[in-house]
């Protein structure tokens, strides 16, 4: 069993930074592969990156902004978000060991990220 917690949303203007962590339990937490998706308001709930063995995929609208890490030894997935833009308000989850698709084992609470223009 893994658990997820995510950490780090907050309001943040535009043009803005800012870096959620996501800290995973479990001893075989580094095995997973790992995303992060978001929610905003009346939307379906959208891919940000995934990273597994393959490699990293960013959705289009993040690229070149937003970057994903992992630091083994806290058991902690990273996303850095910079140039933020309010159209990436939304709660943002984290998820943990990828099935098929979109569909994964393990997710987070989610955080809040707001940005204001």
């Known amino acids: 069993q893994v658990q997820l917690v995510e950490s780090g949303g907050g309001l943040v203007q535009a043009g803005g930074s800012l870096r959620l962590s996501c800290a995973g339990s479990g001893r075989t937490f580094n095995s997973y592969s790992m995303a992060w998706f978001r929610q905003a308001p009346g939307k379906e709930r959208e891919l940000v990156v995934s990273?597994?063995?393959?490699?990293?995929n960013y959705a289009d609208s993040v690229k070149g902004r937003f970057t994903i890490s992992r630091d083994n030894a806290k058991n902690t997935v990273y996303l850095q978000m910079n140039s933020l833009k309010p159209e990436d308000t939304a709660v943002y989850y984290c998820?943990?060991?990828?099935?098929?698709?979109?569909?994964?084992?393990?997710w987070g609470q989610g955080t809040q990220v707001t940005v204001s223009s």
């Open positions: 998820a943990a060991g990828r099935l098929r698709g979109n569909n994964y084992q393990y």
């Open positions: 990273w597994s063995g393959g490699g990293t």
